[in-house]
């Protein structure tokens, strides 16, 4: 029976005040999967680390430094977002945009095994797929990720078209809700989307030190990989599965509504 | 040349429409695109796999008489990153900055303060991209739209699927020459022939597959 006890003191009510209050995020490493982030960016603050996948003419994984930083402004946004959420979480990044677009879903995957060796607790994807022959890689590796104590946030589509990895059930899928709140965030009784954050109308960095206002699932994402963040830095000892019962507890629209 | 799906090709080569005929569809597509949004501009970027570039194909409002057919790699910006990620996103509040939006501005000298970009999916692959440019100012984007925008963007990619299929039945046309041709030529005769000469057509037809044992297999 030792083995199976639960390391964490559960309480009978659980609140967003046990949840996440007075949390930060410091100590608990993000990553954001995407295309690139300015580090220099105020808004940023820096990074841990920060690198780019590419496919060489063989089809060989590369992996660098990053020098050439964000190639869109969106990787930008992301960590700003984060930051904002949880402003001592270690952010790094994993650029896996910009070197050829044709391969741009083989170094998705590439990047994705990167990030889950590298055993950040929070991984955060505001991209996608279409291509099916990627499914079942891109399953296995959300599995791993599940079970390595690593939470996969990641963007759900709002278009008719079958996309991964967001339908995976061991990542927690993102989609928007309208409200200013970065720290409101709702359950979805109707999955495949399981939760949503706030995506529309936000103030993000962008390139060349800017700041935007931008809209999108894309943008709902980091607010909730911002959330998980705060919890881990709280409660470090939870498993993934245990992360996703805390959010769901804790959502808007459950348990932390009025708290 | 390789069998089968090359003469499919060229015979809905004769039957299906015209470059021009649908060109004009996504020209419709754009107009509207502009016209439920209400914004300045709108327009559609396909990519050309070869050289791993977007292409304006169809454009409404600025830079409608000089954007067609102008290339921009595929890889960086909003558009490649919403080709690559095959998410849609809306940027707005973007102060008269030129290096936003870069290939919009790069040859119209008009720099949006705001873009809708949406991928055009279909099946499994993202074939360009649909920009919305500049929505109308002092209104807040909704969740509605950005639903809107989605559905939209799905009905502008079946929409390209079909001219590019008409564009790869030209090809192959094109590049096989006399053969393919003669049956490209036939199905689009057989087509345009009023019920009584293309019933006898018809006959014969059968006539000369029996003959070539196609009946039979």
């Known amino acids: ?259 | 040349m390789n069998g089968k799906p090359d003469l499919q090709a060229a015979v809905a080569a004769g039957v299906v429409g015209s470059e021009e005929s649908f060109r004009a569809l996504l020209g419709a597509i754009v107009e509207v695109a502009r016209s439920i949004f209400g914004a300045t501009a709108s327009s559609i970027l396909l990519l050309d796999a070869e050289t791993d570039e977007l292409v304006f194909e169809a454009v409404v409002g600025e830079g409608e008489d000089t954007l067609i057919g102008t290339r921009f790699p595929a890889q960086t910006g909003i558009a490649g990153w919403v080709l690559a990620t095959r998410t849609p996103l809306v940027i707005e509040d973007v102060q008269n900055d030129p290096r936003f939006a870069r290939d919009v501005a790069e040859d119209t000298g008009y720099v949006p303060k705001g873009m809708m970009a949406a991928p055009l999916l279909y099946d499994e692959d993202a074939l360009g991209v649909l920009y919305v440019l500049d929505r109308p100012e002092n209104t807040l984007f909704s969740l509605q739209e950005m639903e809107l925008l989605g559905l939209f963007a799905h009905q502008a990619a079946i929409a390209v699927d079909l001219l590019l299929k008409a564009r790869r039945a030209e090809r192959i046309l094109r590049e096989d020459g006399d053969e393919l041709g003669v049956v490209a030529k036939l199905a689009a005769t057989m087509d345009s022939l009023e019920d009584a000469r293309r019933d006898a057509g018809f006959r014969l037809l059968r006539d000369l597959a029996s003959t070539l044992g196609a009946l039979n297999s």
């Open chain 1, 1 to 259: 029976m030792d083995q199976i006890a639960i390391p964490t003191e559960w309480p009978e009510r659980v609140t967003r005040e046990w949840a996440f209050g007075g949390s930060t995020g410091g100590g608990v490493g993000v990553c954001i999967l995407d295309s690139g982030v300015d580090g220099a960016h105020p808004r940023v603050g820096g990074l841990e680390s920060a690198v780019v996948i590419s496919l060489d003419e063989n089809e060989d994984v590369v992996t660098e430094a990053d020098m050439e930083g964000d190639v869109s402004g969106h990787g930008t946004a992301c960590a700003g977002i984060v930051r904002d959420v949880a402003p001592e979480a270690a952010i790094s990044s994993v650029r896996v945009l910009g070197s050829n677009s044709k391969g741009s879903g083989a170094a998705l995957l590439a990047g994705l095994r990167y990030a889950v060796e590298q055993g950040f607790d929070v991984i955060n994807m505001s991209l996608s797929t279409t291509k099916k022959p990627f499914a079942s890689t891109l399953h296995e590796l959300a599995d791993s990720a599940y079970f390595r104590r690593t939470v996969l946030v990641a963007s759900a589509h709002n278009m008719p078209v079958e996309s991964y990895p967001w339908r995976f059930s061991s990542v927690i899928s993102v989609g928007s809700h309208e409200d200013p709140d970065p720290l409101a965030f709702f359950y979805n009784p109707n999955p495949p989307v399981e939760f949503f954050g706030r995506g529309v109308n936000v103030a993000v960095p962008w390139l060349g030190g800017r700041t935007v206002t931008a809209s999108g699932n894309s943008f709902a994402t980091p607010h909730l990989s911002g959330i998980c963040a705060l919890i881990l830095s709280k409660h470090p000892e939870l498993t993934p599965f245990q992360l996703k019962s805390v959010l769901y507890l804790t959502a808007t629209n459950v348990g932390g509504g009025g708290q």
